[in-house]
């Protein structure tokens, strides 16, 4: 046998040696699970997204959901819960549905439906993805006695997910969470869920350790240095300022702040860090209850804040632009509306001056964390100052301080034509303005 024909005989085993070596190699070094892992993950994603959406329409927020889901928070808000309370949460499909719409809006946009029969969940979904592909989530939950509902089904696209493992993800997530607060599980917090005819309902035994376990996966480490050095350039800001500021003179000094760190940071998360001290400090509001670090910060002297002559209106912009950055355009606009509502029986009246400043303030804010080119521009423009009317357009003509009794009837109420039309109108002169086009 000559020496080639040697070495093409030997090659086959050689190679199979070969082989077997960088197997072990892969699996001893992790690689050969980070590979699969990947692979695994891009075929879910290919499979799971879609052409078209489950949800028909999005649908928004109506007045009566509005005053509804305020009740919702309001009667379950864990800043006024007791350690140890015991409480049930009683929610309606269309609530569910309500809910979990806002929660996708803040990934970006679409929608979600609940069905609640006897001991049984059914649930659809539709998250709205680039170049309008749509990733859908079908699932089904049964009740169980003493315990957390289990998955039926569940199905991500074209994927049909184990029940077996979507259970697990969901006791792994709640596990992380309690551990992270210091819980054995979710039996300390859970007592039953219950799922009726059109109904689901929760009973629990409040924690005050959840609050500071959420509070500090919504805040991370750097989020909180960030909200710092904005918190400091607002220290020295008020302390140069007048007595009564506008409020463009105060916020642009933390916009050329932002600008100048975006140079090699994320413009985005400095926009967002920005605006929750602006939304803090102009509505009384110590950050301490979003991170706890700050109560042995400086406090920033107190200043008058003015938009159009006006202390209540800066209010209402940021306080929109800050939920907005959090994810929450939708929701902003809601509880404008809904505190409008409140404010006609009996508070201060309804005004469609507060509404033009929540939605100026939500368009700010939804501008400045769409996208790094969007929030450079937010930067720059908000950074020079500016006249007034270039973040908020002059009220002009709009009704405000009007009784629940004088809205019906010079408008016939928030659903409508009349009232619509002047939404319309809001939202007109908001898009004539250079900010926000």
């Known amino acids: 046998m000559s020496r080639i024909d040697a070495g093409r005989s030997a090659r086959p085993g050689a190679w199979r040696s070969r082989a077997h070596a960088l197997v072990r190699w892969l699996v001893r070094g992790g690689v050969l699970a980070l590979v699969v892992g990947t692979l695994g993950l891009i075929a879910l994603v290919v499979m799971g ?22 009740a919702l928070l309001a009667a379950h808000d864990p800043r006024y819960l007791r350690d140890g309370e015991v409480k049930t949460l009683s929610v309606t499909e269309d609530d569910l549905g309500l809910l979990a719409t806002q929660a996708l809006r803040v990934l970006g946009a679409g929608g979600a439906r609940f069905r609640l029969r006897e001991g049984r969940l059914d649930a659809i979904a539709s998250l709205r993805l680039p170049a309008d592909r749509h990733l859908n989530l079908r699932l089904a939950m049964r009740d169980l006695t003493g315990g957390l509902p289990r998955f039926e089904r569940v199905r991500l696209g074209r994927i049909a997910v184990p029940a077996v493992a979507a259970d697990w993800v969901l006791a792994r997530g709640l596990a992380v969470l309690y551990e992270k607060a210091g819980l054995h599980g979710p039996s300390e917090v859970v007592r039953s869920v219950s799922l009726r005819e059109q109904r689901m309902e929760v009973t629990y035994q409040w924690q005050s350790k959840i609050t500071a376990a959420v509070r500090s996966r919504l805040v991370s480490a750097r989020d909180e240095s960030r909200i710092q050095v904005y918190h400091r350039r607002l220290v020295e800001v008020t302390a140069a300022a007048s007595r009564e500021v506008s409020m463009t003179k105060l916020a642009a000094p933390l ?42 910060w400086p406090r920033p002297r107190w200043r008058r804040m003015l938009l159009h002559g006006r202390h209540d ?6 306080g929109s632009a800050a ?37 100026a303030g939500t368009r700010f804010g939804s501008l400045a964390v769409a996208s790094r080119a969007s929030a450079r521009r937010i930067q720059r423009e908000a950074g020079a100052g500016g006249e007034e009317s270039s973040w908020m357009p002059l009220p002009g003509d709009l009704d405000e301080r009007l009784s629940e009794g004088e809205l019906e009837r010079r408008y016939g109420g928030v659903d409508s034509p009349r009232y619509e039309a002047v939404i319309r109108e809001i939202e007109r002169r908001i898009d004539a303005l250079p900010l926000y086009r």
């Open 323 to 359: 939920i907005a950055v959090s994810g929450g355009g939708a929701l902003s606009q809601a509880i404008g509306l809904f505190k409008e509502i409140d404010d006609s029986r009996g508070g201060s009246g309804f005004s469609f001056v507060d509404l033009l400043a929540d939605r």
């Open 313 to 318: 209106l800066p209010r209402h912009f940021m």
């Open 49 to 70: 997204v879609e052409g078209e959406s489950l949800m028909e329409t999005e649908g928004g927020w109506s007045p009566a959901q509005s005053i509804r889901t305020r």
């Open 255 to 296: 916009f050329a702040l932002a600008d100048e760190r975006s140079a090699e940071g994320d413009p985005v998360a400095e926009n967002r860090g920005a605006i929750l001290v602006l939304a803090a400090y102009v509505n009384g509001d110590r950050l301490a209850s979003l991170v706890p670090a700050a109560r042995s």
